[in-house]
């Protein structure tokens, strides 16, 4: 079994990478999940696409409603030593969207996916809070549509997002994968240039694929957490 507590102890600077799985805990469903929350006909992908918010906007805004958003989720266990430690010494590359690990104090956070409360209106870029946008999808001052600022399917990440998830990547000794099977892109593809000296090790309910010699931990990332021995900065 990988010594994640001694290679945490260790390391210089960490860097998580970190998927639905962490969110889970705090009663957010992985929208992905097959037979999961949701029965509708429609795709996530298709859901969450720039192509849906441009062509249905109204169809756009109800999936976005209904399964996206948990503003009374807090941060759990995960989200706290994950803080904890990077505030010390390390960074947070997430996918989710979810806001939380920011929610837990975590200072060096990025949030590749962008984040569900953060909104603009698409008329005249002006930032909207979430309540607003919770009961009407439009903006009173003008009637544009108002959208979050997440990562649709269909649009690129911003290249400054891209450059700080590689500086994050590039400044780690140790990388640890929580909670995604690792496999959306160009996420996954962030660790594909790292030092060979780097140690990379994942904490995931499944195996996943990882580059050779990396180190897998199986199991709850819960557990894993709350196990985990955090030393004040
Ligand atoms: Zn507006």
Known sequence: MFDLQGAIDQAQFVTFLTGAGVSTASGIPDYRSKGGLYSDMVSPEYALSADNLRDHPDDFYQWVKAHMYYPE???NIIHEKMAAITNAKGAIVTQNVDGLH??????????????LYRLH?????????YQTYLASEFHTAD?????????????QIAPRVIDAALEAVNAADLIVVVGTSFQVYPFAGLIQGV??????VAVNREAIDLPYGAHMVVGDAVKVFEDLQVTPA
């Open 195 to 200: 030092d060979p000296m780097t140690t990379l």
């Open 143 to 155: 009637g544009g549509v108002i959208r979050p600022d997440i990562v649709l399917y269909g649009e």
């Open 102 to 115: 920011t929610q837990a104090g975590a200072k060096n956070v990025v949030e590749f996916h962008g984040n």
């Open 121 to 129: 209106c698409q008329t005249c870029g002006q930032a909207i809070d």
């Open 73 to 75: 989720a807090r941060p």
